[in-house]
């Protein structure tokens, strides 16, 4: 089983939807988890940390499962600019090593 | 602040060639280094990573290798360049050994091997 994995998509979703995708993730002793937006041709973002349950700003909604082990991001009123590749990645304390899932792209219509 | 620089941004270099692409990290000290290269439509592959000088774990075996001669500069080289090395290459840094935080990039450098 791969450290990280997600749908690849894409996701071609019409603007002021709601769009959620997941995260799996293979190591139980993964602590933290980071949700990195990607522009095309753009290095990666940080769009929201995960240290608990889940976190919210806004329109964004992250929540993890521990006993199935996946984070979810949702998106809300989704717009225009939400048009990228989203990114996950686990981390867990002493472990230098950062394995990025291959990313989830999202397109809104108009 | 914390900032990262990484170039060139484009490259272009013939196959055969040598590369060396530069990444340094300011306003923090004895950060985690890493180098992912992201094939065109593709997720991010980690390449090597560093927890300090001279310190470089290799994810992937290949024609590249890294190096870190001062604890904020982290350099990825190669002796002779294949068409497969075609890219985008990204630098990135995170805090310290066991901080479990998340990595903060460089804006990356497009390399094309014609």
């Known amino acids: 089983r791969k450290e990280v994995e997600q749908d690849p998509g894409p996701f071609n979703v019409p603007e002021g939807a709601t769009v959620a995708f997941n995260c799996t993730y293979s190591?139980?002793?993964?602590?933290?988890f980071f949700w990195y937006r990607q522009d095309c041709r753009k290095e990666p973002k940080l769009l929201m940390s995960?240290?608990?349950s889940g976190n919210e700003d806004g329109r964004f909604t992250a929540q993890l499962n521990r006993a199935s082990q996946y984070i979810s991001l949702l998106i809300r009123d989704s717009k225009l600019s939400d048009s990228a590749t989203y990114l996950c990645?686990?981390?867990?304390?002493?472990?230098?090593?950062?394995?990025f899932g291959t990313g989830t792209r999202l397109t809104i219509i108009p | 602040s914390q900032t990262i620089h990484q170039w060139p941004a484009t490259l272009v270099q013939p196959v055969g060639s040598p590369l060396s692409l530069e990444c340094t990290v300011e306003?923090?000290?004895?950060?985690?280094l890493y180098w992912y290269r992201q094939a065109a439509g593709r997720g991010l592959q980690l390449l090597f990573y560093s927890v300090g000088i001279g310190q470089i774990s290799s994810e992937v075996p290949q024609n590249l290798s890294a190096s870190r001669p001062q604890d904020r500069q982290f350099i990825l080289s190669s002796k002779k360049l294949l068409l497969s090395d075609s890219g985008f290459y990204l630098c990135a840094w995170s805090a310290p050994r066991g901080m479990n935080t998340e990595a903060f990039f460089g804006q990356g450098t497009r390399l094309t091997v014609v």
């Open positions: 190591n139980s002793a993964s602590q933290s």
């Open positions: 306003g923090t000290s004895n950060p985690n």
């Open positions: 990645v686990p981390s867990r304390f002493g472990n230098e090593k950062l394995t």
């Open positions: 995960v240290y608990s």
